[in-house]
T-cell receptor
Framework: GAGVSQTPSNKVTEKGKYVELRCDPISGHTALYWYRQSLGQGPEFLIYFQGTGAADDSGLPNDRFFAVRPEGSVSTLKIQRTERGDSAVYLC????????????FGPGTRLTVL | GQQVMQIPQYQHVQEGEDFTTYCNSSTTLSNIQWYKQRPGGHPVFLIQLVKSGEVKKQKRLTFQFGEAKKNSSLHITATQTTDVGTYFCAGRLIQGAQKLVFGQGTRLTINP
């Protein structure tokens, strides 16, 4: 079946602009996670959704970052007033129930802020 | 700050040699997962360990979870070129928490 998909695969923007990154989880997966991965580092947790609600947003670095999952499926990560330090690969993952489930990662969106 | 540490950061071996990566946490983990990320790819789940002292094997891969649930290791016997990639451990620091804290990974390269 189809895996987790993310669009766009690459996004180049200018400092100060607004960007939206989209994640389509595996159908039926209730848990959805966003991570950020910088070069040579492990994924860094940003936010976790269980259904439509953000169950844990403790990893969002500041109030420029926001994520939604209005219908409990597709999620959008929104970054306002982008900064050069936001450049990274943004990974989305989903799992059937959360808990101790394995997480299925998407291919990521590479964000470059000039 | 970084709460899950992995060593070494890089490891280069000859094909056929063994490889081990170590993961250490400053706090007790409720469980730990291991992922593999091929160059240019995304992390792919390998295994999960939950119990103190647990050992699991997958063909040439052996995973261990320490007795104190603060450390873990992944050992690959007789590496093959298909083992190339970065191996990450990821732990849950608090019982019931959903947040996974990833180590910085060990990048394995292999000389055929």
């Amino acid at each position: 079946g189809a895996g987790v998909s993310q669009t766009p695969s690459n996004k180049v923007t200018e400092k100060g602009k607004y960007v939206e990154l989209r994640c389509d989880p595996i159908s039926g997966h209730t848990a959805l996670y966003w991570y950020r991965q910088s070069l040579g580092q492990g994924p860094e947790f940003l936010i976790y959704f269980q259904g439509t609600g953000a169950a844990d947003d403790s990893g969002l670095p500041n109030d420029r970052f926001f994520a939604v999952r209005p219908e409990g499926s597709v999620s959008t990560l929104k970054i306002q007033r982008t900064e050069r330090g936001d450049s990274a690969v943004y990974l989305c993952a989903s799992s059937p129930w959360g808990g101790f489930d394995e997480q299925f990662f998407g291919p990521g969106t590479r964000l470059t802020v000039l | 700050g970084q709460q899950v540490m992995q060593i070494p950061q890089y490891q280069h071996v000859q094909e056929g040699e063994d490889f081990t990566t170590y993961c250490n946490s400053s706090t007790t983990l409720s469980n730990i997962q291991w992922y593999k990320q091929r160059p240019g790819g995304h992390p792919v789940f390998l295994i999960q360990l939950v119990k103190s002292g647990e050992v699991k094997k997958q063909k040439r891969l052996t995973f261990q979870f320490g007795e104190a649930k603060k450390n873990s290791s992944l050992h690959i016997t007789a590496t093959q070129t298909t083992d190339v990639g970065t191996y990450f451990c990821a732990g849950r620091l608090i019982q019931g928490a959903q947040k996974l804290v990833f180590g910085q990974g060990t990048r394995l390269t292999i000389n055929p």
